[in-house]
Every structure is written in structure tokens, then in C-alpha cells.
């Protein structure tokens, strides 16, 4: 038999949660729509990065395997699968991004 279920810390949570949300809506009191934001050349260079160490990783953890210097299958399986998906997103990011310049570029002036 499963316990009752409390809804009021239920209840609390939720508004936690809206709260949390709310404050992350709203901008910073005295900043500018657009100011001091990160531009996309840095943000796309700090993505490739973080997927480049990914697969870093994932070679890492494959060698160690390979060499013997570890024995556990799964944390090498599980790397390798977080740096397929990471490339993955990569190149589906890419290939959208492709797909909207191209669609820009063909517009009529």
C-alpha cells in the first residue's frame, strides 16, 4: 500500500517551481533588452568545445578499456553513447542552420 500523498508540500513545490520560473523570465532590474548578452560566434565556439570534450572523454575511457586499465564495459559503453548523441545534435544544429541561411538567402529583396 503506498503512502497518502501530502498535497500541500505538493502544492508548495509547484509554487516553487512557477516562482523559480518567473524569476528566470523576468530581465535584470536595470539592464537593457539585448545588452551585454553573449554573441552566437561564442556561444556555437563554447558548444563545439563542450562536444569536443566529450569525445575527448570518450576516447579516454575507451584507451583505458582497451589497455586494461579498467574493466567496466558499461562506463565506456555509456561514454561512447553520450559523444555519438553529442555529435549528433551537433550536426543536426548545423544542418538547420544551413537550412536558414539558405531559406534567407533565397528570399526576394
Known amino acids: 500500500m503506498l503512502p497518502p ?4 508540500s505538493i502544492l508548495k513545490l509547484r509554487q516553487q517551481i512557477l516562482d523559480r520560473h518567473q524569476a528566470l523570465q523576468a ?3 536595470g539592464s537593457l533588452p539585448g545588452a551585454e548578452q553573449p554573441r552566437f ?3 556555437l565556439d563554447t558548444a563545439l568545445k563542450q ?3 566529450i569525445q575527448d572523454q570518450a576516447s579516454a575511457v575507451t584507451t ?3 589497455t586494461g586499465q579498467t574493466h567496466d564495459l558499461a562506463s565506456v559503453m555509456i561514454a561512447r553513447q553520450k559523444a555519438s548523441l553529442a555529435f549528433e545534435a551537433t550536426l543536426q544544429a548545423r544542418n538547420r542552420l544551413i537550412g536558414a541561411y539558405r531559406d534567407v538567402m533565397n528570399m526576394p529583396l
Request: aromatic share 6%; hydrophobic share 45%.
Open 27 to 29: 530581465p535584470a532590474p
Open 51 to 53: 562536444v569536443s570534450a
Open 41 to 43: 560566434g561564442v556561444a
Open 64 to 66: 583505458a578499456y582497451e
Open 5 to 8: 500523498i501530502d498535497t500541500g
